[in-house]
């Protein structure tokens, strides 16, 4: 259901993810998923920047969700 995260831009993932009642994702910045998911995907390229953390296990596991 969220194959387009590879191919919309982080707007229109953020508007699709909405759709879906999708409010939280649990990134990992130290993961080599997540190295992986930053090169292939515009939605986790930026999220970091655009998204908010809400909790956190500090430099092991933030849970983000959008600006608004």
């Known amino acids: 259901e969220v194959a387009f ?3 919309a831009s982080p ?3 953020d508007q699709q993810l ?10 990992y910045p130290r993961s080599l998923n997540t190295r992986y998911l930053a090169t292939t995907s ?8 655009r998204w908010i953390v809400g909790a956190q296990v ?3 596991l933030y849970i983000l969700h959008p600006r608004q």
């Open 5 to 7: 995260l590879f191919a």
């Open 42 to 49: 515009p939605f986790y390229a930026t999220l970091p920047q």
């Open 18 to 27: 909405r759709a879906l009642h999708i409010e939280r994702v649990a990134y």
């Open 58 to 60: 500090p430099n092991l």
């Open 11 to 13: 707007e229109e993932a």
